[in-house]
């Protein structure tokens, strides 16, 4: 999976309380991006960052946020999960623009 | 918005045979275009790039750029059973910093 580690991998949490996912890489690539995937909507963007520190909303970013402190890691947050949150969230990472990014396994959340 | 769209099928085919996946987008400045393959319950992992019109094979996979028609497309020549999953279609989003992904693709192949 080039060197991405997603945690957890699985996580069940209930209505209204905070969760952080995390993205740790190792390839030293720029970019980071958490996506989403749901049946019918295919992957959509929550937020990617291009630098430590810099960071830009995606498709899907209402309830979401995000920090990159460090080239290696990005946590996303659900600040209140809701249960339009259950989801499959995939973190990727990229050398940037028009080329490919790299998907780490995935987290499965559920909100109930 | 860059809008990738591709028919969700399933597409089935018997093994041996071509399966042909098309994948169409609304940006007629798009330059690159990606090929992911994603089995169920497992992430998408990247099966083929193109940058410029016109054909790049490799292996038994095809990619095919037509850029007046604004479709691109992945052939699979000799499909076999450990091809079915869904293949999703992607570019270089609005800001260029991310990808867009069509919705994708299932592919079946029967043995």
């Known amino acids: 999976d080039a060197g991405i580690t997603q945690s957890p991998r699985h996580k069940v949490t209930e209505t209204g309380t905070p969760v952080t996912l995390r993205c740790h890489q190792t390839e030293n690539h720029r970019y980071m991006y958490w996506y989403r995937q749901d049946p019918g909507h295919g992957l959509r963007l929550i937020h990617y960052?291009?630098?430590?520190?810099?960071?830009d909303k995606g498709e899907v970013s209402d309830g979401y946020s995000v920090s990159r402190s460090k080239t290696e890691d990005f946590l996303l947050t659900l600040e209140s999960a809701t249960s339009s949150q259950t989801s499959v969230y995939f973190c990727?990472?990229?050398?940037?623009?028009?080329?490919?990014?790299?998907f780490g396994q995935g987290t499965r959340l559920t909100v109930v | 918005q860059k809008e990738v769209e591709q028919n969700s099928g399933p597409l089935s085919v018997p093994e041996g045979a071509i399966a042909s996946l098309n994948c169409t987008y609304s940006?007629?400045?798009?330059?690159?275009f990606f090929w992911y393959r994603q089995y169920s319950g497992k992430s998408p992992e990247l099966i083929m790039f193109i940058y410029s019109n016109g054909d790049k094979e490799d292996g038994r996979f095809t990619a095919q750029l037509n850029k007046a028609s604004q479709y691109v497309s992945l052939l699979i020549r000799d499909s076999q059973p450990s091809d079915s999953a869904t293949y999703l279609c992607?570019?270089?989003?609005?800001?260029?910093?991310?990808?867009?992904f069509g919705k994708g693709t299932k592919l079946s192949v029967i043995p």
């Open positions: 992607a570019l270089p989003g609005a800001g260029s910093y991310q990808l867009t």
């Open positions: 960052s291009y630098g430590v520190k810099d960071t």
């Open positions: 990727a990472i990229g050398q940037g623009a028009s080329t490919e990014a790299f």
């Open positions: 940006d007629r400045g798009s330059q690159s």
